[in-house]
């Protein structure tokens, strides 16, 4: 039965929230495997926001399974305070499962994140100052807490004594902070003990046995593939595999039960943080499409950077996570434009490059070579189906079609759940 990855195609913020939110009636387990409350999805259900960090998106569909995944990483507070507040709108959140080996974000990491930032001045990489990036650099390091530690009072006691040992003498060292107390840090943690115990479980085991019974499993991935700190613009990236193949290791799924991967991506372009935007507009279009899409971070608030639809990026992210369907958001914002350009390949030193170049160097260099779509000015947001779409909006979809290989499956024509054209089932 099927498992189904979606996936962010480009820097995130793509919508992959309300793309959850429309399969959310059609699967029974929404599992996120990757990231933490770096995320940020805004989802509308007849006319209420939402905004998700940490939750899978799926907590807002009655009936289904929510489930944060092993290679998440979780700040315990901003999981709690994240339950009360859908509680306290009406949402049922006592289905969530959480998995025993996930790592949490403790405080120490995101003061790291945040000092750490600070201390890179000009070269920073604009993170959400969240503590994402040090949890997963413990994971790494093997001075990582997990979700199942807090069950383990000794043991709890004595991760966090051999974390702070090293911690503790950066902070005070080299950061000039303050350092941590053993107690303070392990009570804080403990005092979440007995809410968290009746959640947790072994949660790959948990999805392959559904599998195996026949149910159907929706691996919906945090940020995005040129975020993925492999395949992404590293190092402007965050810290996790946000690509399709994260999730096998992210849920605890073997790859072969992914049937079906699907690539969110945006009709333009737009990133939050630093590292390199070949299509980035600096001018009026640029701002344009910032009010017109409202791109506002639903993290940070910061404003996120615009810029026209790369093709280069959507072939990259067809190839690498292996994309069968792609649903194409927020082709409404540019509604009103007379012509719209997309970017078809680069100009590096003078070579024209199709796909993205081998190098970190080269990509900064690249220079996006244009081609002029004709824009539309009827309205978007009725169409709830192909034909309802002006010619030149078909097109568009068309030729986004033709360029990222694979095919469209849905389009955004607004941000709420209805406003959607709906052109292969997706499950
Ligand atoms: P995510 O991180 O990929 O889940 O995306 P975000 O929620 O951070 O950002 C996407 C924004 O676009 C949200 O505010 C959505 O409500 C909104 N949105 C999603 N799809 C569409 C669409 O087709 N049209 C419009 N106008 N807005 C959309
Ligand atoms: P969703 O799931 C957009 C960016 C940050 C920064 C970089 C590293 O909503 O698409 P981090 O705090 O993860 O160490 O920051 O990654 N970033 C995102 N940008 N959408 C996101 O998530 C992001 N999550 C992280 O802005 O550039
Ligand atoms: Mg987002």
Same mark, same amino acid.
């Given at each position: 039965?099927?498992?189904?990855?979606?996936?962010?195609?480009?820097?995130?913020?793509?919508?992959?929230?309300?793309?959850?939110?429309?399969?959310?009636?059609?699967?029974?387990?929404?599992?996120?495997? $990757?990231?933490?409350?770096?995320?940020?999805?805004? #989802? +509308?259900? *007849?006319?209420?926001? =939402? &905004?998700?960090? /940490?939750? !899978?998106?799926?907590?807002?569909?009655?009936?289904?399974?929510?489930?944060?995944?092993?290679?998440?990483?979780?700040?315990?507070?901003?999981?709690?305070?994240?339950?009360?507040?859908?509680?306290?709108?009406?949402?049922?959140?006592?289905?969530?499962?959480?998995?025993?080996?996930?790592?949490?974000?403790?405080?120490?990491?995101?003061?790291?994140?945040?000092?750490?930032?600070?201390?890179?001045?000009?070269?920073?990489?604009?993170?959400?100052?969240?503590?994402?990036?040090?949890?997963?650099?413990?994971?790494?390091?093997?001075?990582?807490?997990?979700?199942?530690?807090?069950?383990?009072?000794?043991?709890?006691?004595?991760?966090?004594?051999?974390?702070?040992?090293?911690?503790?003498?950066?902070?005070?060292?080299?950061? $000039?902070?303050?350092?941590?107390?053993?107690?303070? #840090? +392990?009570? *804080?943690?403990?005092? =979440? &003990?007995?809410? /968290?115990? !009746?959640?947790?479980?072994?949660?790959?085991?948990?999805?392959?046995?559904?599998?195996?019974?026949?149910?159907?499993?929706?691996?919906?991935?945090?940020?995005?593939?040129?975020?993925?700190?492999?395949?992404?613009?590293?190092?402007?990236?965050?810290?996790?595999?946000?690509?399709?193949?994260?999730?096998?290791?992210?849920?605890?799924?073997?790859?072969?039960?992914?049937?079906?991967?699907?690539?969110?991506?945006?009709?333009?372009?737009?990133?939050?943080?630093?590292?390199?935007?070949?299509?980035?507009?600096?001018?009026?279009?640029?701002?344009?499409?910032?009010?017109?899409?409202?791109?506002?971070?639903?993290?940070?608030?910061?404003?996120?950077?615009?810029?026209?639809?790369?093709?280069?990026?959507?072939?990259?992210?067809?190839?690498?996570?292996?994309?069968?369907?792609? #649903?194409?958001?927020?082709?409404?914002?540019?509604?009103?434009?007379?012509?719209?350009?997309?970017?078809?390949?680069?100009?590096?030193?003078?070579?024209?490059?199709?796909?993205?170049?081998?190098?970190?160097?080269?990509?900064?260099?690249?220079?996006?070579?244009?081609?002029?779509?004709?824009?539309?000015?009827?309205?978007?947001?009725?169409?709830?189906?192909?034909?309802?779409?002006?010619?030149?909006?078909?097109?568009?979809?068309?030729?986004?079609?033709?360029?990222?290989?694979?095919?469209?499956?849905?389009?955004?024509?607004?941000?709420?759940?209805?406003?959607?054209?709906?052109?292969?089932?997706?499950?």
């Amino acid at each position: 039965m099927p498992a189904i990855v979606l996936v962010g195609a480009q820097w995130g913020d793509e919508g992959k929230g309300k793309a959850t939110d429309l399969l959310g009636d059609r699967v029974d387990f929404v599992v996120k495997f $990757n990231g933490g409350n770096n995320a940020g999805h805004t #989802v +509308v259900i *007849e006319g209420e926001r =939402y &905004a998700l960090h /940490l939750l !899978p998106s799926g907590i807002l569909t009655p009936g289904v399974v929510p489930v944060i995944g092993n290679g998440v990483v979780v700040d315990l507070e901003v999981l709690f305070d994240e339950l009360t507040q859908l509680a306290a709108r009406g949402i049922d959140v006592s289905r969530l499962v959480v998995s025993a080996n996930a790592h949490l974000v403790l405080s120490y990491n995101r003061t790291l994140d945040r000092v750490a930032e600070r201390f890179l001045g000009s070269r920073k990489i604009g993170t959400t100052g969240r503590g994402i990036g040090p949890a997963y650099a413990d994971k790494m390091n093997r001075v990582g807490i997990r979700v199942q530690d807090v069950f383990d009072a000794s043991i709890l006691r004595q991760k966090v004594e051999g974390a702070l040992d090293l911690k503790n003498q950066l902070l005070v060292k080299v950061y $000039n902070r303050r350092a941590l107390s053993v107690d303070a #840090v +392990v009570d *804080e943690l403990l005092a =979440y &003990a007995d809410r /968290l115990r !009746p959640m947790v479980a072994d949660t790959s085991r948990l999805l392959t046995d559904a599998l195996d019974a026949g149910r159907t499993v929706l691996l919906e991935g945090g940020q995005a593939t040129l975020l993925d700190v492999d395949h992404g613009t590293y190092p402007f990236v965050t810290s996790s595999n946000a690509t399709a193949g994260g999730a096998c290791t992210g849920a605890g799924i073997p790859p072969t039960r992914i049937d079906r991967v699907i690539a969110v991506t945006k009709a333009y372009t737009t990133r939050v943080g630093e590292g390199p935007f070949p299509t980035e507009l600096h001018d009026a279009a640029g701002q344009r499409l910032r009010e017109v899409g409202g791109e506002f971070g639903t993290t940070t608030g910061r404003p996120r950077r615009c810029g026209w639809f790369d093709a280069p990026i959507a072939r990259y992210a067809t190839r690498v996570n292996g994309v069968t369907d792609i #649903v194409l958001t927020k082709l409404d914002v540019l509604t009103g434009l007379e012509q719209i350009p997309v970017c078809v390949a680069y100009d590096i030193e003078g070579v024209r490059h199709h796909e993205l170049p081998m190098t970190q160097t080269e990509f900064h260099h690249a220079r996006p070579i244009y081609e002029q779509l004709p824009g539309w000015t009827e309205d978007l947001t009725a169409a709830r189906s192909l034909a309802d779409l002006p010619r030149a909006a078909r097109d568009y979809v068309a030729a986004v079609e033709r360029m990222s290989g694979a095919r469209v499956s849905a389009v955004g024509v607004g941000a709420g759940r209805a406003e959607t054209i709906v052109v292969h089932d997706l499950v």
